[in-house]
């Protein structure tokens, strides 16, 4: 039998050879009904350039277009029949993937939404809360999950979850939160100032919205 030889050296590495299209015919035609039976399986552990798997295809599809060309469903059908195990399992695993990618996308893209949705509340609700909530020396953050979230969800409609949710995305900036939250409580401050009204007098800090500081630098800042 004739072998198509690329290079001596590739020989010697890999000891890697190509069998001639003459030679590849006359072997198949060896076994030539398995070759045109169109659910046959034939093992090349060693294919190179899949010469012979090749072959087989092509006899296969040549009798299912004799066999069935007349309809284009059942050519269809028996021409996927003709496709090596293999390669299906590989079409079908990418079709898998693809859909998790997908699906994947849409939890995301759900998620997303969500929280663009908690955060809308939060942000036109939370100032409402700041008002009504008595514990003005502990932070939000603690006020939120672990002091009011009763009044918390009653004013905002948040549940303590929907606001840890963002918090374990990192979408808050804490330097930004404190700030915001110090602003406020200045403006609530002139406020009850203005009406003569002290009713944080006896504090000793004041909560942000992760932290706290001592009464005396949040007069002074």
Partial sequence: MAAQ???????EEHGEVFTNEREVNAMLDMVKQETERID?????PACGDGNFLSEVLRRKLAVVGERYGKSQLEYEQHAFTT??????????????????L??????????RKQVQEKLIKFATRIPIF???????EQTLKDVITKLEPGL?????GLTKDDFELPLSLNVFNPARMNDAVYKFKRY?????SYAGIDKHEQDTQVGLFDTAIPAQEFEEM
Avoid at 40 to 44: A, H, K, P, T
Avoid at 152 to 156: D, G, H, I, L, P
Avoid at 188 to 192: A, I, R, T
């Fill in 130 to 136: 700041m008002y009504l909530t008595d514990y003005r």
């Fill in 5 to 11: 030889v690329k290079s001596k050296q590739r020989v």
């Fill in 83 to 100: 496709v090596p195990a293999e390669i299906k399992s590989k079409d079908e695993k990418l079709t898998k993937e693809k859909k998790e």
């Fill in 152 to 156: 918390f969800k009653k004013v905002t």
């Fill in 102 to 111: 997908r699906d994947a996308e849409k939890e995301t893209t759900s998620l």
């Fill in 188 to 192: 609530e401050d002139d406020s009850l």
């Fill in 40 to 44: 046959s399986r034939f093992l090349e």
